[in-house]
């Protein structure tokens, strides 16, 4: 009998050991992992066509295949890895004209859109701009002129056909009409004039940084634009030179 209980205290204590031993065994293969949320979507969506609206208005129709939303973000911001394109309107949702881009970002609290890769702007007359990066303030008044801008390389494809290289950009309002070009060169389309030419007046002409840093979402385009793609446009079309002939 007193074998007998010993017996079973030693399988006992022997028991719980192995329980025991069992129980940090699982414990040690669980894998515990930090995971931030900040740097993940709290939104995921796919197939995206999405009417946008200002004040009641409708502004915008957003299409991307692949919508994120990271509002865990010290700034929240939507991500759109896939591209997205956005039509803009105006108060009587006339179409006012579209910006595409390879990929962007959208910063809420700025309203600030940073669109990157063969970016491409059209307006409502039919002038397209081509460049690799974009900043646009949704919400800037309709006459402020720094509402779309780049300080990329830009080409402007005006609808005649004749085009524009800006090597330092360009800044619009939110018609992008007029388009204000920096460093421009290209093809353009002058008047003849009948008139004996006259001597050049020797007048110099002050041009823009050529140390011009990228633009981010802090910083301003900049501040002294050649003259506006439009008044191009008022030109008679009678002869097609290269301006840098």
Request: a negative charge; glycine letters at 4%; proline letters at 7%.
């Amino acid at each position: 009998m007193v074998f007998q209980k010993k017996s079973t205290v030693i399988f006992l204590l022997i028991s719980c050991i192995i329980a025991t031993i069992s129980c940090n065994s699982n414990n040690n293969d669980k894998l515990i992992v930090s995971v931030d949320v900040k740097a993940m979507p709290t939104i995921r969506s796919t197939d995206v066509s999405m009417l946008m609206s200002d004040s009641g208005v409708t502004r915008n129709n957003m299409k991307t295949k692949v919508w994120e939303i990271y509002s865990k973000a010290d700034e929240p911001y939507w991500y759109f890895p896939e591209g997205v394109n956005v039509e803009r309107f105006d108060s009587l949702f006339q179409a006012e004209g579209s910006i595409q881009a390879d990929t962007a970002y959208f910063f809420e609290n700025k309203s600030l859109w940073h669109a990157i890769g063969n970016v491409v702007a059209v307006n409502k007359e039919g002038t397209v701009i081509e460049t690799s990066e974009l900043f646009w303030h949704e919400k800037a008044p309709a006459y402020d002129g720094n509402a779309i801008y780049s300080n990329k390389l830009v080409k402007i494809t005006n609808p005649d056909g004749t085009f524009n290289y800006g090597n330092g950009g360009f800044r619009s309002n939110q018609a992008l009409n007029p388009i204000y070009i920096f460093k421009l060169t290209g093809e353009f389309n002058i008047e003849e004039s009948k008139e004996p030419p006259q001597a050049p007046i020797d007048t110099p002409q002050q041009q823009p940084d050529s140390s011009q840093k990228p633009i981010d979402s802090q910083q301003k385009p900049p501040d002294s634009p050649e003259k506006p793609i439009d008044s191009l446009r008022k030109i008679s079309v009678l002869k097609k030179i290269r301006a840098n002939e």
